[in-house]
C-alpha cells in the first residue's frame, strides 16, 4: 500500500493556460474523489468516480474544468483557461466501501498557482 | 443542505493539557462521520471514524464522540503536545462526498 500519489506537488501557470493534475488513487479502492482547498477553509468537494464512472459534479466545477479516471485507475483533472481564483491546493482522495468502509485517504495535494 | 462548523477556529494550549474540539452539522441523517489532521501545506490524514449507529472511536490519545440527534462531534486529546500541533477538521458522509467543516487550528506551547 504505496497510498494516494499526485503529481505535480506544485505548479505555478500564467493566467490563460491549460493545466493538468494527476492522481493514482490506492490500487483496491474503487472510489476516487477531487477536493479543492483555499487558505484557512475546508476541502470542497469537486467530483466523485466509481471506477471509471463519474457520478457526481459540483456546482464549482465550471465548463473550464474536466476530470476523467480511465478505466479506474488513475484520475486526470484538467482546468482550462485559468484564472486567478483557480489558485487553491488541490487535493484526491480515494475509499472503498467494502475495504475502507468509506475511511478517505488523502493524497498530499497539487498546490497551484495562476499568476 | 448539509452545513459542518466547527469551534473554535483556532486554539492554543500550553502542553499537557486535555481539549476539547468541537464539530456540528446541520442535517442528522449522516452516514459517517470522520477528523482528520491537516499538517501545514499537506494532504489530511483520516484519524478517527465513526459509524452513524456508534456513539464514539478511540485512538491512542484522542477519542471521538458521535451525538447524531443533536448533530454534535467532539475530539477529545488527551494529554496534548507540541506535536499534535496542527488543523483538525471534521467530515460528514452524504451521499457520494463528504462535507468539511473549516477546521480548528490547534497549536501546543512546550
Known amino acids: 500500500d504505496t497510498g494516494v500519489s499526485q503529481d505535480p506537488r506544485h505548479k505555478i501557470t500564467k493566467r490563460g493556460q491549460n493545466v493538468t493534475f494527476r492522481c493514482d488513487p490506492i490500487s483496491e479502492h474503487n472510489r476516487l474523489y477531487w477536493y479543492r482547498q483555499t487558505l484557512g477553509q475546508g476541502p470542497e468537494f469537486l467530483t466523485y468516480f466509481q471506477n471509471e464512472a463519474q457520478l457526481e459534479k459540483s456546482r464549482l466545477l465550471s465548463d473550464r474544468f474536466s476530470a476523467e479516471r480511465p478505466k479506474g485507475s488513475f484520475s486526470t483533472l484538467e482546468i482550462q483557461r485559468t484564472e486567478q481564483g483557480d489558485s487553491a491546493m488541490y487535493l484526491c482522495a480515494s475509499s472503498s466501501r467494502t475495504v475502507t468502509n468509506e475511511k478517505l485517504f488523502f493524497g498530499s495535494g497539487t498546490q497551484l498557482s495562476v499568476l | 443542505k448539509q452545513e459542518v462548523t466547527q469551534i473554535p477556529a483556532a486554539l492554543s494550549v500550553p502542553e499537557g493539557e486535555n481539549l476539547v474540539l468541537n464539530c456540528s452539522f446541520t442535517?442528522?441523517?449522516?452516514?459517517?462521520l470522520q477528523w482528520f489532521r491537516q499538517d501545514p501545506g499537506k494532504g489530511l490524514t483520516s484519524l478517527l471514524l465513526?459509524?452513524?449507529?456508534?456513539r464514539e472511536q478511540t485512538s491512542g490519545r484522542l477519542n471521538a464522540s458521535l451525538d447524531k440527534s443533536s448533530g454534535r462531534s467532539t475530539l477529545y486529546i488527551a494529554a496534548s503536545q507540541p506535536g499534535d500541533s496542527a488543523t483538525y477538521l471534521c467530515a460528514v458522509w452524504e451521499t457520494y462526498k463528504y462535507i468539511f467543516g473549516t477546521g480548528t487550528r490547534l497549536k501546543v506551547l512546550a
Open positions: 465513526i459509524q452513524s449507529s456508534q
Open positions: 442535517d442528522s441523517a449522516i452516514y459517517n
